[in-house]
């Protein structure tokens, strides 16, 4: 779905049927604080700065996130 017009029916109709995992990566991938959160993260593990099984943790921490296999 793209982001800037997540207003339109169409895509309405699709929030709509998702579930309530689907709906939470909906809402995070719109937030830019969150979006700036993960990008950051990103770079810091690029650049060496970051192991990134911790980083990726403490992102998930900092978001209230849970991955489940």
């Known amino acids: 779905m793209p982001t800037p017009f997540w207003r339109s029916e169409t895509t309405q ?3 709509n049927r ?3 995992p689907g709906f939470a990566v ?3 991938r719109r937030n830019p604080n ?3 959160d993960c ?3 990103q770079q810091l ?3 060496g700065e ?3 099984q911790a980083a990726e ?3 998930a921490h900092r978001w209230g996130l849970r991955f489940c296999p």
């Open 57 to 59: 943790a403490a992102l």
């Open 13 to 15: 109709d699709q929030l």
């Open 39 to 41: 990008l950051q993260t």
């Open 18 to 20: 998702l579930d309530r």
């Open 45 to 47: 593990i690029a650049q």
């Open 50 to 52: 970051l192991d990134a």
């Open 26 to 28: 909906e809402f995070l």
């Open 34 to 36: 969150y979006r700036n």
